[in-house]
Structures are given as structure tokens and as C-alpha cells.
């Protein structure tokens, strides 16, 4: 059966999942996954991956658990068999999460219950729901017996919220198992207008921000406390902390940002339609200010348009009759590529300047100051994968016609993913949180009460299994 064929079937099950108000196959699958505590540390992703096992090893996936040096902890690769005629095409969603603060949910997060429509728990949208949905695409290409030109490989990851054993450490032992012509992770969104189910845009990611730790030291005079002295090394760190609170790294547009705008530009009313188009214009300094005042009350969007700084750890001290020598702040910086890494930290240390201060990168284990400027160097160099590939163009068209009321524009990614592993190696990457949602789930994610509707996941699933039928089908 030709391709078109196949995704007239794929349109009618998504009318029939819709028909199926209460649950689908991805959001009970979902709920399978969130009962499975993978807050990370210590992550537990071993028993979420012999969850899995039995479910693909049925549809006649090969199957690989890689077990890390850490206990219970582990990768899942499942594997269908393509015609070989093309390389392999890659869906990765990391197994582990973050942590809860239980008292402030209203909702168990790990019952995976519905309720209102709505599935909760820990990983709901951070990326259990992502894992879940691209899961059941890829298990109903077995299903549906679909023949295949290429290998689909589905990977459940460890260790993305933390830990030392996540895609670095997994691409480095078992590429072959990983290898492929392009892969889909998290990343973009599938962005709901204010109160209406309506899809405003989607948005693949085709390049994250990365980060560099800088650990601020400020140094005086250790004392006894009763007799203090000017060179008090916590009032230097609190002034150089002030100083860095009032700095602005400054707007920098690239060429992702700026379609990403015009995008916001295009589906927006006024008068943010006004202030995009002030920003993206950049001619007039006052209105750029004032634009980038308005659209930054959005931290997201504050942050999608300049170098980010966030204090994080502060230590110094050690009793109250003691004045300490020394004090320091761990600051956290979210990058632009294509920022000079060697440049932003000379920007710091001016900011801050004191002879009291100092400004040195926070390094991995063993590794030295030049060395960590290097790696660092190396990643903002990381070109983003390029739009002009069979996966890109299937996303997008799969996005445009499951929303054709939506725009579809690329992204950068605000934060980290594990991508790095593939676009290190230049394989391309497009990121996609798989599901219609709005600001206030959004607001959830990594918070309280985190949650996805059913009906999204229904959505995401018959997108991601149409890109997959574009991409993967034979001829
Ligand atoms: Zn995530």
C-alpha cells in the first residue's frame, strides 16, 4: 500500500481516538509510565525499561537494555527493521524526571490518574507524555505492519535531569546501536491561543542554548567577629552579586530567534504585534527597549533572547563568631550559540571587577580551566540541524496539517537536552513536546500538579505517526 494510503488510515484512527473521549492508547500507556518513580537521582529507569520491554519485544522489536555502572539504572533501545535503503531514523525521550514536592500537589504524582481530561502526574509533559506518545507511533508502525525503507530506533534515556550515565556516556560505548540519519527529541511546543483549543504555533527546535557555570570567589580578611574589618569577603560577593543583578547581557537575535519572532509577530494581536515587529526592526533603541521590557515579563521569552544569569549556590561561613575568609556564588549562565565563551567571561569579570573578586569556570571532575573554555567553545560553535531535511520537512507538514491554523516556525530550545550526543556527531536533531498545550500546563512542568489532556496525546500521537509514515515508509 502507497504512503498516502497509509496516512488516510492514520487520519481515520486519529477521528476514532478523538471519538474515545475518556482515554487512548498513548495516554494509558502514560499512566503505566508515570507509576513508575523515576525521580532522578537515583532514576530507577531500569524498571520503566522492563515495562517496555515486553510490549515492543511483541511487535517484533529487537530489544537492548544497557545497564550503566549505577544499579537499576539503564538505557532501553528498542529496534525495527527497516529495507536498509536508507539510514536509520532516531525518536529519543528521556525516562527519568525531577523530583516532587508532594505536599503541594493536589494529585498523587505517581498514580497517573485522570482526571478532568487531563492526565497527572510527575513527567506528564517532561517527557513521559513525549516517551509515551512516540512509543505508541512507533509500536503502531509494527501494528499496522507498515514496510519500512529504514530502521526505527526508540530510546528511552537515562539520566537527562542529572547523573553522569545519560547520551554522553551511552554514545560513547554503543553508537551502533544509536546511529542514525537524524533523530526527534524534546524541544519545541505545540502552543494552545489563551483560552481556546485552538493551536497558535508549532515550534521545532532545531538548536538548544547551552550552559556555563562560573563560580564567583570573593576573598578577605579572616577574623574574629566582633572586631570586623573593611575587606569583609561576604559584603565583596554581595557587591559583586548586586552588580551582576543590574547588568544586561543585551538582546541577540539569530537567525532561529528572529523566525521565531516574526512567527509571534504574524499570530499575534496588538500590541505585540507592534513590539516583535519593534525588536526584530532593531532601528529604534527606544522602541527595542521598550518592546524588549514588554515582551520580557515572559521568562521564557526574556530568556529565548539573551544570554541568562541566575545565581544558584551561595556558600561562606561557618559559625557566627567567625568572619570567613572567603565566600562564593555559583552562577549559572543559559548561552546563546554562537556566544564567545571567552568574551562573556571577560564581560563578567568587568562587570564584577574587584580586586577582592575572582571569575573562573566551575569544571567537570578533572578537568582544568583551559579545558572546560575549550569544550565550552566547542558548543557554541554547534551549528543547528538544518531545516532542509526529509525529517524537518516532515515534521513541519505533519504540524501544518494536523493544525492548519497554525504557524510552524523553528526554535531554539531555552534550556539544555541531551542532543548533544547526536549533533556532537553531526547527526541533526528537531526537539517537540508532542501535545496541543497552553501557559498554564506549561507552567507546571518541573512544578506542581503536572499534566497533559488525553485529547493532546491523541493529537501528538497521529502527528508523530504521520511523520513517521513520511520519513520511514517504503515507497
Ligand atoms: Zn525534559
Do not use: C
Not at 564567545?340 to 571569575?359: H, L, M, Q
Not at 520537512?393 to 526554535?411: F, G, H, I, K, M
Amino acid at each position: 500500500m502507497k504512503i498516502t494510503g497509509y496516512l488516510a488510515i492514520a487520519a481515520l484512527s486519529l477521528f476514532t481516538l478523538q471519538a474515545q473521549a475518556q482515554s487512548n492508547p498513548a495516554a494509558e500507556l502514560l499512566r503505566e509510565l508515570i507509576r513508575v518513580d523515576t525521580s532522578n537521582p537515583p532514576g530507577n529507569e531500569g524498571e520503566l525499561a522492563e515495562l517496555l520491554r515486553p510490549k515492543f519485544e511483541a511487535l517484533g522489536f529487537e530489544v537492548s537494555i544497557i545497564e550503566t555502572p549505577t544499579p537499576g539504572k539503564a538505557h532501553f533501545i528498542a529496534r525495527l527493521r527497516g529495507d536498509g535503503s536508507k539510514r536509520p531514523l532516531l525518536l529519543a525521550a528521556h525516562a527519568d524526571v525531577v523530583g516532587v514536592e508532594r505536599d503541594l500537589w493536589t494529585q498523587d504524582p505517581f498514580a497517573g490518574d485522570i482526571v478532568n481530561g487531563y492526565v497527572y502526574g510527575r513527567g506528564a509533559i517532561d517527557f513521559k507524555g513525549g516517551l509515551a506518545v512516540f512509543a505508541e507511533a512507533v509500536m503502531r508502525l509494527a501494528r499496522d505492519g507498515v514496510p519500512l525503507a529504514r530502521d526505527v530506533i526508540f530510546l528511552a534515556e537515562a539520566d537527562e535531569e542529572g547523573g553522569s550515565y545519560g547520551t554522553g556516556w551511552l554514545a560513547r560505548d554503543h553508537w551502533p546501536l544509536i546511529d542514525a540519519e537524524f533523530a526527534l527529541n524534546e524541544g519545541g511546543w505545540i502552543i494552545k491561543r489563551r483560552n481556546s483549543d485552538d493551536v497558535r504555533y508549532v515550534s521545532i527546535s532545531t538548536a538548544d542554548k547551552f550552559f556555563l557555570t562560573l563560580r564567583i570567589t570573593a576573598s578577605g580578611h579572616s577574623i574574629h567577629s566582633s572586631m570586623p574589618r573593611p575587606d569583609n569577603a561576604i559584603f565583596a560577593l554581595a557587591r559583586a552579586l548586586d552588580k551582576l543583578s543590574r547588568h544586561d547581557t543585551g538582546i541577540q537575535l539569530i537567525p532561529i530567534t528572529r523566525q521565531f519572532f516574526q512567527t509571534l509577530a504574524e499570530t499575534a494581536g496588538e500590541p505585540e504585534r507592534t513590539w516583535f515587529e519593534d525588536l526584530l526592526a532593531g532601528t529604534d533603541a527606544a522602541r527595542v527597549a521598550q518592546a524588549d521590557r514588554a515582551i520580557g515579563v515572559d521568562p521564557l521569552l526574556r530568556a529565548f533572547m539573551r544570554n541568562t544569569v541566575a545565581p544558584v549556590i551561595i556558600q561562606g561561613g561557618f559559625r557566627t563568631n567567625v568572619i570567613p575568609g572567603a565566600a562564593s556564588v555559583l552562577v549559572n549562565f543559559r548561552l546563546i550559540p554562537g556566544t564567545d565563551v571567552a568574551a562573556f567571561i571577560e564581560e563578567i569579570r568587568r562587570v564584577t571587577a574587584d580586586p577582592a573578586i575572582s571569575v573562573e569556570i566551575s569544571t567537570g571532575a578533572g578537568e582544568s580551566q583551559q579545558e572546560a573554555l575549550a569544550r565550552l567553545q566547542q558548543r557554541s560553535m554547534q551549528q543547528p540541524s538544518p531545516e532542509d531535511t526529509e525529517l524537518y520537512r516532515a515534521l513541519a507538514d505533519s504540524a501544518r496539517e494536523q493544525y492548519p491554523e497554525a504557524q510552524v516556525t523553528s526554535y531554539l530550545f531555552q534550556a539544555g537536552t541531551d542532543a548533544s550526543a547526536w549533533r556532537n556527531r553531526g547527526v541533526p536533531v528537531y526537539g517537540i513536546y508532542p501535545y496541543p498545550i497552553d501557559q498554564d500546563d506549561l507552567s507546571r512542568m518541573h512544578g506542581n500538579d503536572e499534566r497533559v489532556s488525553v485529547q493532546s496525546l491523541a493529537e501528538g500521537t497521529g502527528m508523530i505517526y504521520r511523520v513517521l509514515l513520511r520519513v520511514a515508509g517504503a515507497d
